[in-house]
C-alpha cells in the first residue's frame, strides 16, 4: 500500500475513534464542562495534560528546531518542562485546594477585585487565541501536505472536529478525548525515532543512541561537531547564542508555561490537592518521553541530512528531495553551476545553495530514514492529535473566560445553570469559528506573536498567582498595578523589535543583549517588584483575604473554620 | 489556637521543602546546563558532553524526580499532620 492509502486509513481512524469518545463523554453540567466533574483520575488527568501541552510546534517543529540550533535549541527542551516544576511545587495543588473554575476566578477572590478579574480575563483569551491560531493553522498544513487538499479544506475539516467534541464535550470530552490523542501522538513520535536510532547507532533507545557511535564508528555528536564546522556552522554541542540570552529565555518559557491558564486549568480537575500534584507529575513524565526523544531525533536528522545532501549530484538525490522540493519546504538554487548541492554556513567561505524549512525534519525524517509508509501515515495522525489536542483545550479556556468569567461573574450573577452552560457552548462555537479564521487567513506575525503568549504568561499570572499565595500582604493595587507594569514593559519590548523596528533586532540592540522571546523574564521581575513596593503604600488586604489564603495552604477540607491571622 | 499552631508548622515544614527542591532545580536547569555548561562540557561520559547532555537530558530526568520527591515528601507530611483530605 503507498503512503496516501496508509496516511488516510490511519487518520480516518483516529478521527473516528475521537468522535466515539466524544459521545461517550459529554458534558451534561457546567461542572462536567469547565472541569469534568473534578473527578478525573491523575494518571489520566497527567496524559490529558501531556497531550493538551505538546502542540503541533512540539511535535512538528521542535526537533528541527533543535536539529538546526544544536545547544541553542536546549532553551525549549529546558523551559517547557522545567516549567512544570514550578507547576507542581508552587500553583496546582493550591489552585486546586481553591477549588472554583479558572485561574481569573482566583485572581478576582484573592484580589477582592473586578478590575484584576477583568484584567486576567483580557489576558487569558489573549493567550489563547494567540495559541490556537498557530494549531489550526498546523491542522491545515499536515492535512495538505499528507492528503492532498487545500490548507483552507484541512482547517475546515478540522474545526469541525474540534466542533463536534469541544462544544459538545465540554472538558469532560476533551480529557478523554486527549488520553487517545496522548497516545497516538506519542507512538507517532516513537516509532521513527526507534527505526532512525536503530539506523544511524544499532542502538534501539534514541536517548541513548544519542551519546552512542554511528555504525560507522566515531560518536554521533563528535562526528556532527566535525560536520557543522566543517560546512560553516556554530559546533552542534555548542550553540552562538550569548549565555545570558539562553538564561533569560530558559527562564520566560519556563514561567510562562506554569503560567498558561490552559495548562493550569488542568489541575482543576482531579479529586483532591494530593492528586493535583502527583498529576503534574505525571504530566512531566509522559511529556518527558517526547521531550528526551527530540534532541536525538534531531541529532540524527541532522546528521542524516549532511550525510545525503552534502555535495550530493542534484539529479541523483532521492525522491523525497524532489517530493519535499514540490511543496517548497526545500529549496535548491545551483549558484555555482556544478551540479551538486552545496550546503554551508554562515562562516563558510562557499555560498549556500539549500534551504531547509525546519518542519522537514520530522514530517520528512521516515522518508529520509527509508521507513516503511505506514511509519509516514502515522506522522500524519500524530501531529493532526497534536494540533487538535491543544486547540480544544485552549477553546475551552476561551469559552469559559467568556461564559463563566465575564458573563456569569461580570454582569449577570443571576445566570441559571443551564443557560450558562449554553453560552459556554456558543462562546466555544464562536472561537472555533474565529481560530479557523485565522487559521486560513494566517497574520504575517503568527511567529511572533508566540513570544507575546509565553512573556505574557510569566509576566502577568505567574508571578500574581505566587503573591497570592505565598503572601498575605500583596493587595488589589499591588496586584493590578504589578500585572499591568509587567505586561506593559513585556509588549513595548517585542512590539518596538518584533513590529515597529525588526531591523533593529540584534544583540547590540537588545538591553543587556536580552532577545524579545527571554524578556518575559524581565517582565516578571519588573510586576514582583511593583506589587510589593504598591502594596507596601497601600492599605493591607481585608481579613477575609487573610482567611482564603490561609486555607488554601492547607489540603483538609474547605468545611473547616480557621483564626484569623493577618 | 491548636490549629493554628499546626498549620503554621506545616506550612514552614512546606517551605523548606519547597526551598530545597527549587535551588536543586535552579542548580541543575540554570548553573549546569547554562552557565557553566563549558565547564561541566570538559568531562565527556560515552558521546555526551557533560554540559550538553543536562541541557537537552538529564535536566529533565532531574525535574520528574523533584516533582516525585515532592510529592512523597507532601503525602507524609500530610499524614503526620492528619491534614489528609480522606480524613479531614
Known amino acids: 500500500m503507498n503512503i496516501f492509502a496508509w496516511t488516510y486509513i490511519i487518520v480516518t481512524f483516529t478521527f473516528i475513534l475521537y468522535i466515539g469518545i466524544a459521545i461517550w463523554a459529554r458534558a451534561k453540567s457546567t461542572g462536567e464542562f469547565y472541569i469534568a466533574g473534578k473527578g478525573v483520575n491523575p494518571v489520566l488527568n497527567g496524559m490529558a495534560t501531556a497531550a493538551d501541552w505538546m502542540s503541533a510546534a512540539s511535535f512538528i517543529s521542535m526537533a528541527g528546531i533543535i536539529s538546526f540550533s544544536g545547544y541553542d535549541g536546549s532553551v525549549y527542551l529546558l523551559?517547557?518542562?522545567?516549567?512544570?516544576?514550578?507547576?507542581?511545587?508552587?500553583?496546582?495543588?493550591?489552585?486546586?485546594?481553591?477549588?472554583?473554575?479558572?485561574?481569573?476566578?482566583?485572581?478576582?477572590?484573592?484580589?477582592?477585585?473586578?478590575?484584576a478579574r477583568v484584567v486576567a480575563v483580557l489576558c487569558a483569551i489573549f493567550i489563547s487565541f494567540t495559541y490556537v491560531s498557530g494549531q489550526m493553522r498546523g491542522v491545515g498544513i499536515v492535512f495538505s501536505r499528507f492528503l492532498d487538499v487545500s490548507i483552507d479544506v484541512g482547517v475546515i475539516i478540522g474545526m469541525l472536529i474540534v466542533f463536534f467534541y469541544a462544544v459538545m464535550g465540554g472538558m469532560k470530552g476533551i480529557t478523554y478525548?486527549?488520553?487517545?490523542?496522548?497516545?497516538?501522538?506519542?507512538?507517532?513520535?516513537?516509532?521513527?525515532?526507534?527505526?532512525?536510532?536503530?539506523?544511524?547507532?544499532?542502538?534501539?533507545?534514541?536517548?541513548?543512541?544519542?551519546?552512542?557511535?554511528?555504525?560507522?564508528?566515531?560518536?554521533?555528536?563528535?562526528?556532527?561537531?566535525?560536520?557543522?564546522?566543517?560546512?560553516?556552522?556554530?559546533?552542534?554541542?555548542d550553540g552562538s547564542k550569548s549565555t545570558l540570552d539562553v538564561f533569560f529565555i530558559t527562564a520566560a518559557l519556563m514561567v510562562g508555561t506554569a503560567g498558561l491558564p490552559h495548562v493550569i486549568v488542568r489541575f482543576y480537575t482531579v479529586k483532591k490537592v494530593s492528586s493535583a500534584r502527583i498529576s503534574a507529575g505525571w504530566a512531566?513524565?509522559?511529556?518527558?518521553?517526547?521531550?528526551?526523544?527530540?534532541?536525538?531525533?534531531?541529532?540524527?536528522?541532522?546528521?542524516?541530512?549532511?550525510?545525503?545532501?552534502?555535495?550530493?549530484?542534484?539529479?541523483?538525490?532521492?525522491?523525497?528531495?524532489?517530493?519535499?522540493?514540490?511543496?517548497?519546504l526545500i529549496k535548491f538554487e545551483d549558484k555555482n553551476g556544478d551540479g551538486k548541492i552545496q550546503y554551508t554556513g554562515p562562516k563558510s567561505e562557499i555560498e549556500n545553495e539549500l534551504t531547509i524549512d525546519k518542519d522537514i525534519m520530522v514530517l520528512a525524517n521516515p522518508e529520509i530514514a527509508n521507513l516503511p509508509n505506514w511509519v509516514v501515515g502515522l506522522i500524519a495522525a500524530g501531529g493532526l492529535a497534536a494540533a487538535l489536542s491543544t486547540a480544544a483545550g485552549l477553546l475551552l479556556v476561551i469559552s469559559t473566560s467568556v461564559a463563566h468569567d465575564l458573563f456569569k461573574k461580570g454582569w449577570k450573577k443571576d445566570l441559571s445553570e443551564k443557560k450558562e452552560l449554553l453560552i459556554a457552548r456558543?462562546?466555544?462555537?464562536?472561537?472555533?469559528?474565529?481560530?479557523g479564521?485565522?487559521?486560513?487567513?494566517?497574520?504575517?506575525?503568527?511567529?511572533?506573536?508566540?513570544?507575546?503568549?509565553?512573556?505574557?504568561?510569566?509576566?502577568?499570572?505567574?508571578?500574581?498567582?505566587?503573591?497570592?499565595?505565598?503572601?498575605?500582604?500583596?493587595?488589589?493595587?499591588?496586584?493590578?498595578?504589578?500585572?499591568?507594569?509587567?505586561?506593559?514593559?513585556?509588549?513595548?519590548?517585542?512590539?518596538?523589535f518584533k513590529f515597529l523596528f525588526p531591523e533593529l533586532n540584534s544583540t547590540e540592540n537588545w538591553l543587556w543583549g536580552i532577545s524579545p522571546e527571554g524578556f518575559g523574564t524581565v517582565g516578571m521581575v519588573v510586576n514582583f517588584i511593583v506589587a510589593i513596593t504598591v502594596s507596601k503604600f497601600t492599605p493591607a488586604p481585608p481579613e477575609e483575604v487573610g482567611e482564603m489564603v490561609e486555607k488554601i495552604r492547607i489540603p483538609v477540607g474547605a468545611g473547616e473554620s480557621h483564626e484569623i491571622n493577618a | 489556637m491548636k490549629h493554628q499552631e499546626k498549620h503554621k508548622i506545616y506550612w514552614r515544614k512546606n517551605l523548606q521543602y519547597l526551598s530545597i527542591l527549587l535551588s536543586i532545580w535552579f542548580v541543575v536547569a540554570f548553573l549546569i546546563s547554562i552557565v557553566f555548561r563549558e565547564s561541566f562540557d570538559s568531562i565527556q561520559i560515552a558521546g555526551f558532553k557533560l554540559g550538553f547532555w543536562f541541557a537537552?537530558?538529564?535536566?529533565?530526568?532531574?525535574f520528574i524526580v523533584l516533582i516525585f520527591v515532592y510529592v512523597y515528601l507532601m503525602n507524609k507530611l500530610d499524614k503526620s499532620f492528619n491534614s489528609d483530605e480522606d480524613k479531614g
Open chain 1, 177 to 237: 478525548t486527549q488520553v487517545a490523542q496522548y497516545c497516538v501522538l506519542i507512538f507517532a513520535f516513537m516509532v521513527p525515532a526507534i527505526f532512525i536510532s536503530l539506523l544511524i547507532t544499532g542502538n534501539p533507545i534514541p536517548q541513548l543512541g544519542f551519546g552512542s557511535e554511528t555504525l560507522n564508528g566515531g560518536y554521533l555528536l563528535d562526528k556532527l561537531d566535525g560536520l557543522n564546522s566543517q560546512l560553516g556552522f556554530a559546533p552542534y554541542t
Open chain 2, 56 to 62: 537537552q537530558q538529564g535536566s529533565i530526568y532531574v
Open chain 1, 426 to 435: 456558543i462562546a466555544a462555537g464562536f472561537a472555533v469559528i474565529i481560530a
Open chain 1, 437 to 496: 479564521h485565522f487559521g486560513m487567513n494566517p497574520p504575517g506575525f503568527v511567529a511572533e506573536v508566540v513570544a507575546f503568549a509565553f512573556g505574557f504568561a510569566a509576566a502577568s499570572f505567574f508571578p500574581i498567582i505566587i503573591m497570592g499565595i505565598f503572601s498575605k500582604r500583596i493587595n488589589k493595587e499591588g496586584a493590578i498595578a504589578g500585572m499591568i507594569s509587567g505586561i506593559g514593559i513585556t509588549a513595548a519590548y517585542i512590539i518596538f
Open chain 1, 79 to 115: 523551559g517547557w518542562t522545567g516549567g512544570y516544576v514550578l507547576l507542581a511545587l508552587l500553583l496546582a495543588p493550591y489552585l486546586r485546594k481553591f477549588g472554583k473554575y479558572t485561574v481569573p476566578d482566583f485572581v478576582g477572590d484573592r484580589y477582592y477585585s473586578q478590575t
Open chain 1, 284 to 328: 512531566l513524565l509522559f511529556i518527558a518521553i517526547l521531550y528526551t526523544t527530540a534532541p536525538a531525533v534531531a541529532a540524527f536528522s541532522r546528521f542524516n541530512l549532511i550525510e545525503t545532501v552534502s555535495e550530493a549530484e542534484y539529479d541523483k538525490v532521492p525522491k523525497w528531495f524532489k517530493t519535499w522540493e514540490e511543496t517548497k
